[in-house]
């Protein structure tokens, strides 16, 4: 036999009160609303024996809320995404992950998807050309928040790292310790966050009186072999370069493994350094320098603005753009050139 599937008007028949006294109870707003201690109680056992789940379509179709938040991303943020899980799980939102690997496409996609499907708000780590779309979901006023980069023409809330600033130091860690042809391994992505990175390491050198050296690795060449290539075409003339600063950690554990394999020698001649930490830096000989981005702070915020957004009503408009300080771990790779 069905075990019978309660209704929110089926729990209010059966103590004799409202719909809405009941909705009051489920959601924490007893006392606020003046519901007896005792009433209370006897609901929230008898939910609980029942194992009484809401209709969410429901719930959603009668408020215009669904408690879901979208976070678009890319897979290297899942030490934030679980911050935000947390986060939200906390206030009584769900969140749905998805990765948009930093294409517009899939991102416009996505997007398209669940705006129709009233989600409460959007968490992007933005792709490069879907400015019109985010600006379409703030001018609508459904609360979205940037991370990790943002579009300097569209006034939205984000979060971010202090890109230029933190590359700046590191390079100048190197250039105090005695290197003085640095080369800035890069992508050629015109984002923000990568552009930062690029301006901190050219003011660093600038201010030093030193020449750029940049290699900037076309984003789109999914050929590894056609990226090694670049890579060594650059660094096979030792006397080019006698460090390296990576403008990601990808880029510098790619770049790490193919001198280890093809230039041995540069390993323990050369300085490196590298933006975004990764457990295998220290464990590698010499041990990495990095900039460690604060994960933990930056998933924090992201969800302290978002329900700062949802919470806000009469069309208040809030907008805050938070640049938090990076942590510079420096270790072997980075000492005084001998």
């Known amino acids: 036999m069905k075990k019978k ?5 089926d729990i209010a028949k059966e103590f004799g009160v409202s719909s809405t006294t009941i909705s009051f109870i489920l959601n924490g707003k007893a006392k606020e609303k003046r519901i007896s201690e005792e009433l209370t109680n006897k609901v929230l056992e008898f939910t609980t024996k029942i194992n009484y789940r809401p209709n969410q379509l429901a719930q959603s179709l009668r408020t215009g809320k669904s ?29 749905l992950f998805c ?51 943002y579009f300097p ?29 640095i080369l800035f391994v890069s992508t050629d992505v015109k ?8 301006q901190g390491y050219e003011s660093a050198i600038a201010e030093n009186g030193l020449t750029p050296n940049i290699l900037e690795i076309p984003y789109r060449e999914k050929d590894m072999s056609k990226r090694k290539q670049m890579f060594r075409q650059k660094v096979e003339n030792s006397a080019s370069f006698d460090a390296i600063f990576f403008a990601t950690n990808y880029l510098a554990v790619n770049g ?31 041990s990495i320098s990095a900039i460690y981005q604060p994960l933990e702070k930056i998933g924090e915020q992201i969800m302290s603005l ?11 408009e809030i907008i805050r753009k938070i640049e938090l300080d990076c942590d510079i771990r420096y270790r072997s790779s980075s000492l005084p050139k001998t």
């Open 67 to 95: 408690k879901i938040i979208v976070v678009m991303l890319e897979d290297i943020y899942s030490r934030i995404a679980r911050i935000i899980e947390d986060q939200a799980y906390k206030k009584g939102y769900r969140v």
């Open 153 to 181: 023409n569209l006034n939205a809330c984000h979060v971010t790292s202090a890109n230029m600033q933190a590359t700046y130091t590191g390079v100048n860690n190197l250039i105090q310790n005695g290197y003085k042809n």
């Open 256 to 286: 790490l493994e193919f001198l280890q394999d093809e230039f041995p020698d540069y390993i323990d001649t050369k300085g490196f350094f590298s933006f975004d930490d990764v457990p295998l830096f220290k464990l590698f000989k010499p």
């Open 5 to 9: 599937r309660y209704s929110l008007k």
């Open 306 to 316: 978002m329900l700062e957004k949802l919470k806000s009503k009469n069309g208040e």
């Open 191 to 198: 984002q923000t966050q990568m552009l930062d990175r690029k």
């Open 99 to 149: 990765s948009n690997d930093n294409e517009d496409k899939r991102s416009i996609e996505l997007i398209n998807l669940f705006r129709n499907r009233q989600v409460d708000g959007y968490i992007i780590v933005p792709s490069p050309g879907i400015e019109k779309e985010v600006k379409s979901l703030v001018d609508e006023g459904v609360p979205v928040i940037l991370f990790d980069r």
